[in-house]
């Protein structure tokens, strides 16, 4: 394989330390006057880009493309892209109409076509993005590309030339380790990197790295919606976000391994049986 | 939208990676994932500013109030502050992109600095890098080949910190009186005199001197016989003493007095040519007026967002204490006069940086001073004012208003004094007979 050329989408979403606030007709939340960056999934996506290539492993890194589709202010999250060490960016005009903007079906066709026109063979998307919290699109361009896809990497390992690809992902009680073969779809999770802040030499940079617009036409995609917001309430949020959180807390103080199993006692004969399953209460 | 808690998870270990080096455990709490927006009118700025303020946000993060506190406590130099905005190129903000720098103008240095003491670091945090800012100024316009570069990527990259010797005890306000003694010898200079006020000189490496080549008595005008050196510190030499000044505010840097007695320098720091000094010197002076003002606006605007919040908070006779006009109209003319502030000081570092022709040299003068004046006083008013809105509880070290207090008087007392830049508009914009 000659080179790397990566892909790497991200999206313009409202930052992760603000608090969002419902509108007042009930069909999204407030966007206008608050402060937005870059979806922290996404960053992690651009860090392990950068650091493929700086890696130098048996696969050079020709080329990371980093991607949005949205308003006029996609430009910001994309030189934020290239001042983390993307190479050029492609902003995807998409007009604001207030609906959360276009679904994942219609992004990963978009993506699909631009991975066919740019001669993609990696693509790097954050798990979800931290509005919709959708996390289908990765998945739905694996589908569509017919590549092999390894979802929430939480470690990214180039093998051989011939493009053998291993990535971590962590599970319930360990990590489970896949292999697949270039060209492939990568999904990132939380602890696969811890994305760099850029430097002022490089944000100066990434002003000068080419950022070209495009449209949906462009690329053939209609944007063609097949759900409808009904109402969106603030109510059982708090609920659901605290039982997250511990969830998460959970894991994260936990060990990595489940604690070790007691080993069991021996009985003598059925009577013993009896009385010790009587002891603990089983009978 | 499960953002909150679960961003909060996420983000904190990356925080706290750093603070397990730099500050104790409490400072994890002051992790602030409230995301409360800026009291601070943001409409009008650069997209360049804007993306140094944003940049620059995330790097002070890491340095809490309680790092600040700590420091200015303990009077121990903030030096991970000055390596973490070295290491990704800030201290090149205004130095041109020829000499490693990012060759943006005093409108962002500015920003770069309210940033800095807005974020809690207050003038400590400025001043531990302010003189490699402005000081390398005059360096990088009149510098030679082998100095720019030597001198300037070591310092871009924080290798060596630098400092800025001009003041001198019996001439404060008077530069051009200064004694300061720079006699040529066979290879070089020796120096005999001695300094005053000079920041970080306990941990700089090089230090940008002006100092007479030609006496007093020797010139036809005043402003003749000046040199400008950039000089290496060196702390072995018995020519040289350095000593550290007891004071009021900004604790975690260090001020001193340096005395220098045939303290011999080579002949190839000499900075433009012999007796240039002070034209050259002149250049810095309206670009450290702006920078001050940023300065102080940030500490104005962090006294006032604690202030608010306080009255918020604070609940006596059953209702939040802002809610008393008493209360709540001090701190609402605190903001007024802060915004005010902040269109003149945004304004001077753009004619400071327009540099054509078309403005008068004087305007920019009087836009710069004029800033500073009207900066330093509409902080001291937002410190003082958020201190009373605490009562007792802003005399206390924990809350911070206290020390942005004690280091607001910085601003108001340097580079310049208020009263001279009073003197300096009679005389100039409303042509009054000098005072002095």
């Not at chain 2, 005010?340 to 078309?358: E, Q």
Request: hydrophobic fraction near 40%; charged fraction near 25%; glycine fraction near 8%.
């Amino acid at each position: 394989m000659s080179g790397l050329r990566i892909l790497v989408p991200v999206k313009r979403v409202i930052d992760y330390a603000i608090k969002p606030r419902i509108n007042k007709a009930q069909t999204g939340v407030e966007t206008a006057g608050v402060k937005h960056s870059l979806n922290p999934f996404d960053e992690l996506s651009i860090e392990e880009a950068v650091r493929l290539r700086e890696r130098k492993g048996p696969i050079k890194v020709e080329d990371i493309l980093a991607l949005s589709a949205g308003g006029p202010k996609c430009p910001d999250v994309l030189r934020t892209a290239m001042a983390m060490g993307a190479d050029r960016a492609f902003h995807i005009d998409v007009p604001e109409k207030g609906d959360g903007g276009p679904e994942p079906l219609t992004i990963a066709k978009m993506l699909q076509a631009v991975v066919k026109e740019q001669n993609v063979n990696l693509v790097l998307l954050g798990k979800q993005a931290i509005d919709g919290d959708q996390g289908q699109t990765g998945q739905m361009l694996a589908g569509l590309l017919g590549w092999p896809q390894t979802t929430q990497a939480s470690k990214v390992e180039i093998k051989d030339e011939a493009g053998t690809v291993e990535v971590t992902h962590e599970v319930d009680g360990g990590v489970e380790t896949l292999r697949a073969k270039l060209p492939m779809v990568i999904t990132t999770d939380l602890r696969l990197n811890e994305p760099r802040y850029a430097s002022l030499p490089n944000i100066m940079k990434a002003k000068k790295k080419p950022l070209e617009k495009k449209t949906l036409a462009d690329l053939g995609v209609e944007d063609t919606r097949r759900l409808k917001t009904l109402k969106v309430t603030g109510m059982l949020f708090p609920v659901l976000d605290f039982i997250s959180f511990l969830v998460l807390a959970l894991i994260r103080f936990r060990d990595a391994e489940p604690p070790p199993r007691k080993g069991g006692g021996k009985v003598e004969d059925v009577d013993g049986l009896v009385g010790k399953l009587k002891e603990l209460g089983a009978l | 939208m499960y953002r909150t808690q679960l961003q909060k998870a996420l983000r904190l270990p990356r925080v706290s990676q750093h603070h397990a080096r730099t500050v104790p455990l409490q400072a994890r709490a002051a992790f602030s994932t409230s995301g409360r927006r800026d009291i601070m009118g943001m409409t009008g700025f650069t997209e360049e500013q804007l993306t140094v303020r944003e940049a620059i946000s995330h790097i002070c993060s890491k340095f809490p109030n309680t790092y600040w506190q700590e420091r200015d406590q303990e009077e121990k130099d903030p030096k991970e502050f000055h390596a973490a905005l070295a290491k990704d190129g800030w201290l090149g903000i205004a130095l041109p992109e020829s000499l490693g720098g990012a060759g943006l103008g005093i409108s962002e240095a500015t920003m770069m600095m309210q940033t800095i003491t807005q974020s809690g670091a207050g003038m400590a945090g400025a001043q531990s890098i302010h003189a490699n800012v402005y000081a390398t100024q005059p360096l990088a316009k009149f510098g030679s080949k082998e100095q720019l570069e030597t001198t300037i990527p070591n310092i871009i990259n924080g290798t060596w910190r630098t400092c800025f010797g001009v003041t001198e005890p019996n001439t404060g306000l008077e530069t051009l009186k200064l004694k300061t003694l720079a006699r040529k010898t066979d290879d070089g200079y020796s120096i005999t005199g001695q300094k005053i006020w000079i920041t970080c000189a306990q941990v700089a490496s090089k230090m940008i001197l002006l100092a007479r080549t030609t006496p007093l008595e020797e010139v036809k005008k005043t402003s003749e016989g000046l040199s400008m050196f950039c000089i290496d510190i060196d702390r072995e030499n018995p020519g040289l003493d350095l000593r550290k000044i007891k004071k009021m505010g900004g604790r975690a840097v260090d001020a001193n007095e340096v005395f220098f007695d045939n303290y011999k320098i080579p002949a190839n720091t000499l900075i433009g040519g012999e007796n240039e000094g002070f034209k050259i010197i002149l250049h810095g002076m309206n670009a450290e007026r702006c920078l001050l003002a940023g300065e102080a606006l940030g500490l104005g605007y962090a006294a006032l967002e604690k202030a608010s919040q306080y009255a918020r908070d604070r609940v006596v006779f059953g209702r939040p204490i802002g809610q008393n006009q008493g209360v709540a109209h001090p701190l609402a003319d605190a903001f007024m006069k802060l915004e005010a502030a902040k269109l003149a000081t945004y304004h001077a570092a753009r004619l400071y940086d327009t540099n054509d022709s078309s403005v008068p040299f004087h305007e920019i003068g009087v836009a710069c001073n004029s800033a500073k004046y009207l900066a330093a006083e509409a902080a001291f008013t937002a410190c003082e004012r958020a201190v009373l809105a605490h009562g007792g509880m802003g005399y206390a070290m924990e809350y911070d208003v206290e020390r942005y207090m004690r280091e607001c008087f910085v601003p108001r007392i340097a580079p310049v004094s208020r009263e001279m830049i009073l003197n300096y508009v009679s005389e100039k914009v409303l042509e009054l007979p000098r005072s002095y």
